[in-house]
């Protein structure tokens, strides 16, 4: 989850909107305000249990200064570089793809082993979410997805219905779309023993049709143009 305060291009934007957040990753500079690591999250635990413990012992003035100094760290206090890419994709090849792709997912909340296709299947996660009150889930890393201030997603999910309806929509898109494109990355992403691209021609199709469709547009704009 992000902080407050974004840095992109060593200026600091409080009021950050999703633009500035991607303008930060393609300059490649980017930096964020955010709560501490597990790892530092343990390191301020410990300091303050040290402190408590050693609150009326007699040890070095540096060594409770180190203590003092972890165990202070808050929210935000650390500035830290973000590490992250994006892909844009267009319109239409999004609404495609949404439209033909159907998947194929192990439906784990029925009985014996069922497949189901990507829309009934985030369907049903979502949905489960909800009831279950863990909203959070649906919206923290994973799936190939990272959200910025994923648990605000989680929050807003309470609202009401309509809202529920909204986030519902953005949220099963977002990760068929995810989902769809690891299902092909073997047709542009290298690895080891060639991996399952005789797989998945379905998959593959979706995407070429398309771009063949878009192609013949642009080229019939030439020939009118002529």
């Known amino acids: 989850m992000y902080g407050k305060t974004i840095d ?3 200026e600091d934007i409080t009021d950050w909107t999703i633009y500035d957040f991607l303008i930060g990753i393609e300059r490649g500079h980017l930096q964020y305000t955010g709560k501490p690591t597990y790892e530092e999250s343990y390191k301020i635990s410990m300091a303050k249990q040290a402190l408590e413990a050693y609150k009326d ?5 540096a060594t409770r200064k180190e203590y003092e100094d972890i165990a202070n760290l808050e929210h935000g206090v650390a500035l830290r570089n973000v590490n992250a890419s994006f892909v844009m994709v267009r319109a239409d090849i999004w609404d495609h793809i949404i439209e033909n792709y159907k998947g194929e ?5 029925s009985e014996g082993y069922n497949t189901i296709s990507a829309k009934e299947y985030y369907r049903k996660e979502f949905d489960q979410a909800i009831k279950d009150n863990t909203e959070y889930r649906l919206f923290s ?3 190939n997805v990272r959200l910025v201030n994923s648990v605000a997603y989680g929050e807003l999910a309470k609202k009401s219905k309509d809202i529920r309806e909204d986030i519902f929509k953005q949220y099963s898109e977002l990760y068929i779309v995810a989902s769809y494109l690891m299902s092909i990355r073997t047709g542009w992403m290298p690895q080891a023993g060639a991996g399952s691209q005789s797989e998945s021609w379905e998959e593959y199709k979706i995407l070429a049709e398309k771009m063949i469709e878009i192609a013949d547009e642009k080229l019939k704009e030439y020939e009118d143009y002529d």
């Open 141 to 143: 890393s994973g799936e």
């Open 57 to 61: 012992e007699d040890i070095k003035d």
């Open 105 to 109: 997912f192990y439906d784990r909340h």
């Open 8 to 10: 992109v291009d060593e």
